[in-house]
């Protein structure tokens, strides 16, 4: 009984923090939004292995170093908040070059990153992100028994990953579809404007929090 009570508040805390707005949300919608929903999948792939990799630190105790060495983490949110500025930048770079709201919608229909691309992109930003960190922290300073099994270790960090991986599907799925896809042909060179200076705040902000 405790195991499964364990399990259903770990479900309920992180559904609440795989749904903040953040990073690697807006990495995801901006993959639907552009490309397809089979590409933005892989997006959805590598924020959920990031957070299985994540769930494995919180659980195994390793993301206590964070607090016994804090340079770490130090050193964690000033490459994770580079990484976030060098999308934001890169973003804003593109809007730049491309002068044409045609011009835009053609490039985004025809020139597809791979999805092993999308997939490292999303992974890194997820992994690299202070965010997931604090939220792990939190999560099992609050949730976790003192003595877990591997067995319990082993069902949170499926728990947490599939919760991160049906979220970022069902973000994938909603704005790849047509109707958002054609809301977003109306309004893409301010969009594009507006995700290049979102990630350009979150990495900012990560490397100064």
Not at 54 to 63: D, E, I, K, Q, R
Not at 66 to 82: C, I, R, T
Not at 103 to 109: A, K, P
Request: include cysteine; charged fraction near 10%.
């Amino acid at each position: 009984m405790e195991y499964l009570l364990v399990l259903l508040h770990v479900a309920l805390i992180w559904m609440l923090a795989v749904a903040t707005p953040g990073a690697n949300v807006l990495l995801t919608i901006n993959t639907a939004l552009n490309y397809d929903r089979k590409i933005a999948a892989f997006s959805a792939f590598g924020v959920s292995c990031a957070t299985l990799i994540w769930s494995f630190f919180g659980g195994s105790g390793l993301v206590i170093l964070f607090s016994h060495f804090p340079q770490l983490f130090g050193s964690m949110k000033v490459v994770g908040g580079s990484y976030l500025l060098y999308l934001g930048m890169r973003q804003i770079y593109l809007t730049l070059k491309i002068k044409r709201l045609d011009e835009l919608t053609e490039i985004n229909q025809t020139v597809s990153p791979s999805k092993r691309k999308v997939f490292i992109s999303a992974f890194i930003t997820s992994i690299l992100n202070p965010k997931t960190g604090f939220f792990v922290v939190s999560l099992f300073s609050v949730s976790m028994p003192e003595n877990m099994s591997a067995t319990m270790i082993l069902a949170i960090m499926l728990t947490m990953a599939s919760i991160t991986l049906s979220w970022h599907l069902f973000l994938a799925t909603a704005f790849s579809h047509e109707s958002a896809k054609s809301v977003y042909a109306r309004i893409s060179g301010v969009m594009d404007y507006v995700t290049g200076g979102l990630f350009t705040i979150f990495g900012i902000k990560v490397m100064t929090s």
